[in-house]
């Protein structure tokens, strides 16, 4: 195999790698929805111990064993899945949290043999988390490949086993690791990480291929397993990456040129190899992901918040139950079973009843409460343009996205207001709410001319924002209009008290840390509008003509709906 790889065989490569130097490769990211493509490339995989995004800490490290402590009255521990030289699977790993992507990391730079993490994300912020993609060498996705296109994968184990006894005695080129880091630096790639892990993936594919050198080809198709996924979308690559021109007496440097770099494989043909491995538009997919995770507000639901109720369960805390709070029983055991031959030693002295030794000693600091994480609902203010010539089409605009967001609201615990500003001052059309049904009695009919109160407007929905927060929901504003103001708060015809008196509140929307967007609707872009939405701390979207199908699709984009 001389070219480029196919997407199968891509795969085939990578699972050899696996079985052959899971330790040396880290791991592999799997991104792939489940179905049989996914699973004929699973049942290849090294053997392990699976876990899912929710798993605690006591799971992982191991901890107090509650069972045996209180069975025996000595303290027992638990052996803890990351205790045991054996891969880990990560099952679901678009939905890791920070936490454990942090612990996995350290697990894995400091013991772990490797990881493999299963992403089924089906959106582009559904994705693995950057610590643990910097850390896996190995990436494949499956996306492309239709089940006709695969065959069973047979990895022999006499080969497996002939292949690691060759791997300590394979070598490479004494110009790869150059080569590789040169690449590396071409594509935008800032971790140090990436060429050292590109390199044991060609030592372990150079011993799967009985080489005991690894070839050119070998080299290349490591390149492709490890840095394709990592780098700049390719035209940025292309930018980036081209070389300077010879020097003029290229003629007399060829002839100095020493006999080890003869034989080196020319870095842009290994950049272009790795370019090409992947599809056009993977790479852009994978950086609108890691875009999506850091952004504020992304993922189409409201703010994290915790409580004592109802949610995704969290660790356990000290505390004190009473105003709603519950004790987490088990913990509160698993607190306490330590020190119960501590506890019994020390009231040893004192009068004891028959059963005083199966009696539980507990202590107000061994008390734990229950905790849960929710998310809040939010609320979308459509803060549209109704004044002027086109306040007909604005406004229906609005209207058909609104309808289209509330369609899916539902899912997604959204509610959606409508704020429309003509004349002297701005009106609430709609207040929150998920009705599709009161929504469309609404809108009908709404009015629509006159002057353009854009501070007026952006005073409301600054004020329906706050009272939204207040009641424990998080508010976005999504800002409709072509930017020409006209009308001050007093009233007053007078754009320049008008441009200054939306510049005012557009901080302090940016201050109350509201996210919001600034739709441009104008024939031309605007400067001032550009200027306003800085201030507001909002992405700038110049959408002229825009129908209310590509209104709903951005707004759903920038917003994470």
Known sequence: ?????????????????????????????????????????????????????????????????????????????????????????LTMAERCQPGLSARLARWLDDAGPCLIALD???????????????RLGLFLTLDDLAYSETEPILLPHDKIAAARERLPHTTLPESALDSVTAVSAAMGIASLRAPLLAISVARALAAWRCESVASDTTLRHACELTLAHRGDPPETANAESEAPPPPPDSGDADAKQPESDTDRIPDDILLEAVRASLPADLLARLAAGAAARTAKGSGGTGAARKGNHRGRPLPPRPGTPGSGK?????????????????????????????????????????????RYQETSDRVLVFTVDASGSSALARLAEAKGAVELLLAQAYARRDHVALIAFRGLGADLLLPPTRSLVQTKRRLAGLPGGGATPLAAGLRMAYDLGMQARARGMTPTIALLTDGRGNIALDGSTN?????????????????????????????????????????MGAPYIPLPRADSQRLSAVLQSALGA
């Open 1 to 89: 195999m001389t070219g480029p790889m196919t997407p199968w065989q891509r795969a085939q490569t990578a699972l050899a790698v696996m079985a052959v130097d899971p330790g040396g490769a880290k791991g592999l990211w799997l991104r792939a929805r489940a179905g049989a493509v996914r699973d004929r490339v699973t049942q290849a995989l090294p053997a392990g111990r699976r876990i899912h995004p929710g798993i605690d800490d006591g799971a992982l490290f191991g901890g107090v064993d509650l069972a045996g402590t209180l069975a025996t009255g000595q303290l027992r521990h638990s052996i803890g899945l990351l205790a045991q030289p054996a891969p880990i699977i």
């Open 120 to 134: 089924e994300g089906a959106e582009p912020e559904e994705t693995l988390s950057s610590a643990l993609a910097d």
């Open 326 to 370: 519950r004790i987490d029983l088990v913990s509160t055991l698993r607190a306490a079973a330590p020190w119960q031959p501590l506890r019994r030693h020390a009231t040893a002295t004192e009068p004891q009843t028959a059963d005083a030794h199966l009696r539980l000693k507990i202590r107000q600091s061994d008390l734990r409460l229950k």
């Open 495 to 535: 754009r320049i008290s008008a441009e200054q008196d939306a510049l005012r509140l557009a901080h302090a929307i940016r201050a109350a840390a509201i996210p919001a967007l600034v739709l441009d609707t104008a024939n031309r872009p605007q400067p001032a509008l550009q200027r306003m939405a800085q201030s």
